[in-house]
């Protein structure tokens, strides 16, 4: 447990490594992913680097459990007074109370561990019930009550977690924060309770991370004393826990938190001279301390890889939403294009003023129904594309983080629609300027010249007239000019609506930034540990 600067450098790098990952996407394993990272960085920020910078710190010996285990009623018998509240029933809002030495009360009033929560501590007496209750209404959220006892040894400290089965989300998620900040585990579990599922997925996950755990049985009525123990260890002994040290606190009436909520000395005195002897003697507290932090370090060969591939499994499920988008409009794009070919545009209305162009329809009105056709093709290749990402969507079960604009978005067609009028406007700037170049007494309208321009461009062999009536007008070579000018302006102008359409489909997706290299860097972060250590 020396201190050892690049050890600590190379935690520090991780633990950033870690802080950066991102796994927005609900996947398979995403939720177990998101908990594995909470707990790396609970770890890593409120125990492992703490405790390496820092070896000589108190130990920390967090006493956690289910609802009404008795953890409060626990912690002030070892206190020998009254610093938690005792009680099944629990405010909305719980503040977790850390008891010290007052000698030790440095360690703990500044941000050493668990920095994210403000200290609150009350003045060093024996209060009234009034007094603390007073004390309790003041206590703020995300808070750590820092408390002192003369009657605790120097260098051991006490910390009475919420319940980790508390209907309040806050209260597990902090629970489970407090219970990684811990160099020794005290699981509490009641006679009652000692199969729940609760105590033992703590149980199980300090085995993984090799802790240093002690259990309490409390609770246990006298007349059954010896078969709940003897049970309680063979589970124990199964699930390969069995060289847990295990104490047993028979029921008592303090145990419902009557009078002060005190047990008896008697009750509480071996888990108190085991926590002492850790805290005081050397090798004891070596053993401790060491079998913990060597745990942590070594659980990170497994979990940062599994973070790591989390990583690159949502990187591939981003890759394939965006493929997805991207397939759908660049197939659409192409099938706009060959519809613009086929003339697919003087169709309709657009159609019908072709057929009577000049005679009964105007150049204004010919422009004006191609501008309107234009839209409806550019809108129905949006819609369709949008479709076809809402198939591929659907089965994607990433796709559930990301909010689309398909054919809900109503302000879709305006854009389009504002688009296609920018067209028209540079089209008709087009064939003004060819017109300015004509050496001619009785030049052409210009409009008429646009007019003809946009029908020869979007009408297909249905309009093959119109190049002709064109040419007439301006001359061929004018006409070929304005024909290669004016179909690299449609063509862009078609790859600008759908490009930009595609882009507001991708930007959700974007802003949650998902991208590969924190796979990478988690790795890289994890071989410089290994080499460090």
């Known amino acids: 447990?020396?201190?050892?600067?690049?050890?600590?450098?190379?935690?520090?790098?991780?633990?950033?490594?870690?802080?950066?990952?991102?796994?927005?996407?609900?996947?398979?394993?995403?939720?177990?992913?998101?908990?594995?990272?909470?707990?790396?960085?609970?770890?890593?920020?409120?125990?492992?680097?703490?405790?390496?910078?820092?070896?000589?710190?108190?130990?920390?010996?967090?006493?956690?459990?289910?609802?009404?285990?008795?953890?409060?009623?626990?912690?002030?018998?070892?206190?020998?007074?009254?610093?938690?509240?005792?009680?099944?029933?629990?405010p909305t809002t719980r503040t977790p109370v850390l008891v010290c030495h007052p000698d030790d009360h440095h360690w703990f009033a500044g941000m050493r561990v668990l920095p994210q929560l403000t200290r609150v501590w009350l003045?060093?007496?024996?209060?009234?019930?009034?007094?603390?209750?007073?004390?309790?209404?003041?206590?703020?959220?995300?808070?750590?009550?820092?408390?002192?006892?003369?009657?605790?040894?120097r260098g051991l400290a006490l910390l009475d977690a919420p319940d980790i089965d508390s209907l309040v989300v806050e209260n597990r998620l902090l629970a489970a924060e407090l219970i990684c900040a811990a160099d020794v585990w005290v699981m509490v579990t009641t006679a009652s309770r000692y199969a729940d599922a609760v105590p033992w997925h703590l149980l199980r996950t300090a085995k993984e991370y090799q802790a240093t755990l002690v259990t309490v049985l409390d609770r246990v009525p006298h007349q059954?004393?010896?078969?709940?123990?003897?049970?309680?260890?063979?589970?124990?002994?199964k699930a390969g826990l069995g060289d847990v040290p295990r104490f047993t606190i028979p029921e008592l009436p303090e145990s419902a938190g009557g009078g002060n909520g005190l047990l008896p000395t008697t009750a509480v005195a071996p888990l108190f001279t085991w926590?002492?002897?850790?805290?005081?003697?050397?090798?004891?507290?070596?053993?401790?301390?060491?079998?913990?932090?060597?745990?942590?370090?070594?659980?990170?060969?497994?979990r940062m890889p599994e973070l790591a591939s989390a990583v690159a499994a949502q990187y591939a499920a981003a890759v394939r939403l965006t493929g997805a988008v991207e397939?759908?409009?660049?197939?659409?794009?192409?099938?706009?294009?060959?519809?613009?070919?086929?003339?697919?545009?003087l169709a309709g209305d657009a159609r019908t003023r072709w057929r009577g162009y000049p005679r009964d329809s105007s150049a204004g009105e010919l422009l004006d129904s191609l501008v309107a056709s234009l839209c409806w093709l550019l809108q129905c290749a949006v819609a369709a594309a949008d479709e076809r990402?809402?198939?591929?969507?659907?089965?994607?079960?990433?796709?559930?983080?990301?909010?689309?604009?398909?054919?809900?978005?109503l302000e879709a067609g305006e854009r389009i629609g504002i688009a296609v009028r920018r067209w028209r406007r540079v089209l008709e700037e087009l064939a003004e300027e060819e017109v300015r170049r004509l050496e001619l007494n009785a030049?052409?309208?210009?409009?008429?010249?646009?007019?003809?321009?946009?029908?020869?461009?979007?009408?297909g062999r249905r309009a093959r007239s119109a190049g002709e009536r064109l040419a007439e007008?301006?001359?061929?070579?004018?006409?070929?000019?304005?024909?290669?000018?004016?179909?690299e302006l449609v063509a862009t102008y078609i790859d600008d609506v759908l490009h930009s359409e595609r882009d507001r489909r991708l930007a959700p997706l974007d802003a949650l930034d998902v991208s590969p290299e924190p796979q990478a860097e988690l790795i890289a972060a994890l071989s410089v540990l290994q080499k460090e250590r």
């Open 1 to 90: 447990m020396d201190a050892r600067p690049q050890l600590i450098d190379a935690l520090s790098a991780l633990r950033d490594r870690v802080a950066a990952v991102r796994l927005p996407l609900p996947l398979p394993g995403a939720s177990r992913a998101r908990q594995t990272r909470a707990e790396l960085l609970a770890q890593l920020d409120d125990y492992l680097v703490p405790r390496l910078k820092e070896p000589e710190a108190p130990l920390l010996a967090v006493v956690g459990g289910s609802t009404g285990a008795g953890k409060s009623t626990l912690v002030n018998s070892l206190v020998g007074r009254r610093v938690s509240e005792a009680g099944v029933l629990r």
């Open 123 to 153: 003045p060093h007496q024996d209060e009234t019930d009034g007094a603390r209750d007073g004390a309790r209404e003041a206590d703020e959220e995300n808070s750590l009550r820092v408390e002192t006892a003369a009657t605790l040894p």
């Open 224 to 237: 059954v004393l010896a078969d709940v123990s003897r049970q309680y260890a063979a589970l124990l002994t």
């Open 275 to 302: 926590l002492a002897h850790r805290a005081q003697d050397a090798a004891a507290r070596q053993q401790a301390v060491g079998r913990t932090a060597v745990g942590v370090l070594d659980s990170l060969n497994a």
């Open 327 to 345: 397939d759908a409009y660049g197939k659409e794009r192409e099938r706009v294009r060959q519809r613009l070919q086929a003339g697919a545009v």
């Open 389 to 409: 990402v809402q198939e591929a969507w659907r089965r994607e079960p990433a796709a559930g983080a990301v909010v689309v604009q398909g054919r809900l978005d």
């Open 443 to 459: 030049a052409p309208d210009p409009e008429t010249v646009a007019a003809l321009l946009a029908a020869s461009l979007m009408g």
């Open 473 to 487: 007008r301006i001359g061929a070579k004018g006409a070929l000019r304005l024909r290669d000018k004016g179909g």
